[in-house]
């Protein structure tokens, strides 16, 4: 393991074995003090999280772009303390800790038996959300995880979602797609977070105006499957309590070939999600590039050596 891989895992396990000891205003103040010193070091991530925000706030001045890249970072911290104490919260807590609207797309689904794919982008705290559903809901489910480096951080993440009553399968290595397959066969939950394409083979969509890779995989699975497709958005407010929406679900094409019928989805998806991020842009934690006309060739989806992976989907 080289020192940059020791001092990444050794920086998570300190947050996850401290973090979750400090009492929740403390944590609340630590958050805030990391976010507000990174955003004045204007480094590489606080950058590109500007540059995607001109696209989500188009016509933005430098100031109000200044405002929300600090108030993004703001948000992203939130998003880090909260997950490292979330193994700490009580039941009670965590059940109270998000109150999502027209729930009734995904319990309904849920009650017809044949399997629902929730789709989320980068909003918030996708891992809150999936701990009230396990906790409030009662609903176990299986996601994704990108496989890290070092391998000691994925092992560190899985066993936090685990945690969390998630069933983890790792992103690459080919068998996820199955595995979730069979999942929603039997009428069980699959959650995806799928606003960046980790792959060679996303799907081109308008984002904001222009072109960007999202993820086949949740169209393609409520495809084979016959499983209830629906997006949801994240965001916070002033208060503790994170609040979510689950959006109506997108259909399944009546004709096209499959290729097709998956772009029509995949363009349904990423219209929700740029209805969520328009709403509330400062709870986007998107620190990568992802439109096409950003991507460097030789870091594209699918191509070799790529290293723009955020570690968290």
């Not at 984002?207 to 958005?233: D, K, N, S, Y």
């Not at 990423?270 to 006309?293: C, N, S, V, Y």
Request: aromatic share 8%.
């Amino acid at each position: 393991m080289s020192a940059r891989d020791r001092l990444a895992d050794g920086l998570y396990g300190a947050g996850w074995a401290t973090v979750k000891k400090l009492p929740e205003p403390a944590a609340v103040r630590l958050g805030r003090t990391v976010a507000d010193a990174a955003w004045k070091q204007r480094g590489a991530g606080v950058r590109r999280l500007e540059g995607n925000y001109a696209r989500v706030v188009p016509g933005a001045s430098p100031e109000r772009l200044a405002a929300l890249s600090r108030a993004g970072m703001r948000s992203y911290l939130r998003y880090w303390m909260e997950s490292f104490r979330l193994p700490a919260w009580s039941t009670e807590r965590i059940t109270g800790g998000f109150a999502p609207k027209d729930l009734h797309h995904l319990t309904d689904g849920m009650d017809a038996g044949k399997g629902v794919v929730l789709a989320l982008p980068h909003l918030a705290n996708w891992d809150l959300a999936g701990a009230w559903v396990t906790t409030k809901l009662g609903i176990p489910f299986t996601t994704v995880a990108e496989r890290l480096k070092p391998e000691t951080l994925y092992d560190r993440f899985v066993a936090y979602r685990e945690g969390l009553g998630m069933e983890v399968l790792p992103h690459s290595g080919g068998t996820a797609f199955g595995t979730l397959a069979r999942r929603l066969r039997d009428g069980g939950l699959v959650c995806l977070v799928a606003d960046r394409d980790l792959s060679a083979s996303g799907v081109e969509v308008d984002f904001f105006g222009e072109t960007a890779r999202m993820p086949a995989g949740p169209a393609l699975l409520a495809q084979q499957t016959g499983a209830l497709l629906l997006p949801v958005t994240l965001w916070y407010d002033d208060s503790p309590v994170m609040q979510g929406r689950v959006h109506p679900p997108v259909e399944v094409p009546g004709s096209g070939t499959r290729a097709e019928k998956t772009s029509v989805m995949t363009q349904a998806l990423a219209d929700a999600f740029a209805t969520g991020i328009a709403d509330h842009p400062e709870d986007w934690h998107m620190l990568q590039r992802l439109w096409l006309k950003d991507l460097d060739p030789a870091k594209a989806p699918g191509s070799p050596g790529r290293a723009d992976g955020q570690g968290t989907s």
